[in-house]
């Protein structure tokens, strides 16, 4: 079992910076895949970026290839997003996923999910 918590969602400027986090407990946290999601008012939510565990494969979605960073600091169990560069369009809620498997969390059907941060991103 893992239980998911984001924070470091806000306002900001575009061109501006945050840091999501997502912080993992369950005592298998290093044998999961994790990634991040957004969804817009409006939207279906929409897969940003995931990373494999252990190995460390990052995969991104074009619109934020260069802007958008996805880290694990295994020492605290947390799960990162540097965001940079933001973008009104940026704005959604963002919520973190965890599964055994690489592909299910690309694919949006991961089993553990967070309850999710917001960010606003004012132009």
């Known amino acids: 079992q893992v239980q998911l918590v984001e924070s470091g969602g806000g306002l900001v400027q575009a061109g501006g910076s945050l840091r999501l986090s997502c912080a993992a407990s369950?005592?298998?946290?290093?044998?999961?895949?994790m990634g991040w999601f957004r969804q817009a008012p409006g939207k279906e939510r929409e897969f940003v970026s995931a990373?494999?565990?252990?190995?460390?494969?990052?995969y991104y979605i074009n619109s934020v290839k260069g802007r958008f960073t996805i880290s694990i600091d295994n020492a605290k169990n947390t799960l990162y997003l540097q965001m940079n560069s933001l973008k009104p369009e940026d704005t959604a809620v963002y919520y973190c996923?965890?599964?055994?498997?690489?592909?299910?969390?690309?694919?949006?059907?991961?089993?553990?999910w967070g309850q999710g941060t917001q960010v606003t991103v004012s132009s």
């Open positions: 369950g005592r298998t946290f290093s044998n999961y895949a």
């Open positions: 990373i494999s565990h252990p190995g460390g494969n990052t």
């Open positions: 996923a965890a599964d055994r498997q690489y592909l299910m969390v690309v694919s949006g059907a991961g089993t553990f």
